[in-house]
């Protein structure tokens, strides 16, 4: 079983100013999602095969109630600034097989039909490390279908994320679940002083990087 890197999630404040730097940075802004029954709601940029998303939570009494709680989501989003790793990382797979890369539970969000899950890593409570997903639907943007379309083509140039990184202070002690995730040579860790990710596009090859800190802890290089 291969994995590929689907997308990667960023708690912001609400509404997601933060994205409106990213648009004047070069970068398209596609659609954005809101997620009833879990209470969260979104901001994307698309790549060609991965996704940026900044998220936020719009309502905490959807987030706390049934199931959703259990992702730990609240609690991630409203410590974000206070030691909880404001990230998640979701994977998919490339064949059609069932396998998930780490420890997990299935998760039914209320805005999902009824038979499909996601499958969420069972270190939710480590606050510390990102929440990790799988889902079964994902696929490369550049392969969405007409009615799914979102723009790909970015003043900047950058098309493919080809490195994700995670600086965090935590990262010298890591759950099986965080891992296994590591061993899928999808996603990389090293130790920090604050949490940030580096998202590498197009093999770097350019040399040139932006930092996108302290608004959005965030760099990209490419």
Known sequence: MAFEFDHLFICTDVGACEADRLASFGLIEGSSNTH???GTVNRRFFFHNAMLELLWIYSPEEAKSEPTHL?????RWRDRNNGAC???FCLRSTDSGDTVAFSSWAYHPPYLPEAMSIAVGTNGD???EPMLFQIPFGQRPDSYPAEKSQPL???VGLREITRVELVSPAANSLSPEFQAVINTNQVKVRVGTEYFVELGFDQEQRGEQADFRPELPLIMSW
């Open 126 to 128: 480590m606050l510390t």
């Open 36 to 38: 009833p029954g879990q």
């Open 71 to 75: 992702t730990r989501l609240w609690e």
């Open 86 to 88: 404001p990230f998640g």
């Open 153 to 155: 083509d970015h003043a």
